[in-house]
């Protein structure tokens, strides 16, 4: 890998984050309502000053002040971001969003990774089996779920989920990411509470995302299924279960690189309806409530975030896609 091409990806996913960053600092700021007044009057009432007083103590408190021109709140913004400071939650002013980050991205994570990898591993096992076997009765249990699946959103899973075995059997807990009676750290009772906990996420996602890794798989195996070399193996009299193992999903795997960083990326932000349902406290679960607080500072922040997760799962997934095709020639 030439320095050349690493420079370029580098400096083109630089642009795209302050892009990024740009536009989610206009857009929250165009929103209508002065979300400091109600404050500033609280501030007043509290330590019996005028309102004037009290906005600006407000304003100074979080770093933002509507009246002033944009570009110098946006560079004020920007120098924030360098010293590593995101600003401080409006609806909860102890705390700062880098604290609320190092909170919830952690059991963001570790719901996404596992659901992520549970569903491709499934995707693409049952996609390269619809590819080989284009008929018969496995085949057709595979589309029915494709089909059921793809039509049905995923907070309406979560929904039914939560119905079944929280309230009606009660297997799993209702909210919380581990409980209250074990001790938080590297121990066996602290992690099959926090595994216990997220068994319902996780299988939410695995079962509304698996569809989508099966009908990729498929289009990638039956495109893959026409090359040369899987002919040769055929000719060869090789059984379908050696042909799909070391000829074809290798080479249909490949397109799939760059879809998962980005499912990656997405699904750290697409957790809020899915979160939100099971009360885990993760970056969904303080993206609905930031939003529906109208706490500016924190959605602001926990955007950010997610557009920087994605940005980097793009980017190491087309530093990587190189090394697993030597097919594709670097500029």
């Known amino acids: 890998m030439s320095i050349k091409y690493l420079a370029k990806r580098l400096g083109n996913a630089l642009l795209t984050l302050i892009a990024v960053t740009f536009v989610i600092f206009c857009v929250l700021r165009m929103m209508p309502g ?29 770093n933002y002040n509507p009246h002033e021109p944009i570009l110098q709140q946006f560079t004020r913004y920007v120098k924030c971001l360098l010293r590593g400071e995101l600003g401080t939650s ?20 570790f719901v996404v990774s596992i659901s992520l990898v549970l569903s491709f591993v499934i995707g693409v096992q049952l996609g390269a089996v619809m590819a080989i076997k284009k008929k018969g009765f ?20 979560a929904i039914l989920l939560s119905i079944v075995f929280v309230y009606q059997l009660g297997w799993f807990p209702k909210s919380g990411v581990y409980s209250i009676d074990v001790t938080p750290g590297f121990n066996l009772p602290f992690l099959l509470s926090a595994l216990h906990h997220a068994v319902l996420p996780i299988f939410t996602y695995v079962i509304t995302s698996t569809g989508g890794w099966i009908l990729n798989m498929k289009g990638s195996s039956i495109h893959t299924l026409g090359s040369d070399y899987v002919f040769a193996a055929r000719a060869r009299g090789l059984p379908d279960s050696i042909i799909m193992r070391r000829y074809m999903k290798r080479n249909a795997m490949i397109p799939l690189v760059t ?15 899915i979160e939100g349902q099971f009360q885990y406290l993760g ?7 930031a939003q529906g607080e109208r706490d500016y500072i924190l959605y602001q922040g926990l955007l950010l975030c997610v557009s920087f997760s994605v ?16 097919r594709i020639r670097l500029e």
């Open 259 to 273: 879809t998962l960083a980005m499912c990656f990326g997405g699904m750290i932000g697409g957790a809020t309806l």
């Open 138 to 157: 496995i085949n057709n249990i595979i589309t029915f779920y494709v089909t059921i699946v793809s039509t049905v959103p995923n907070y309406i899973v």
């Open 90 to 109: 409006m609806t909860n002013p102890k705390n700062t969003v880098v604290s609320i980050l190092s909170v919830a991205l952690p059991w963001t994570i």
């Open 311 to 326: 940005i980097v799962a793009n980017l190491i997934a087309d530093l990587l896609y190189s090394k697993l095709d030597p």
């Open 34 to 62: 002065d979300i400091l007044e109600p404050k500033a009057r609280e501030e007043a009432g509290r330590m019996g000053i005028t309102y004037e007083e009290a906005y600006d103590i407000v304003a100074s408190r979080y």
């Open 283 to 289: 970056m969904g679960s303080y993206l609905a409530k």
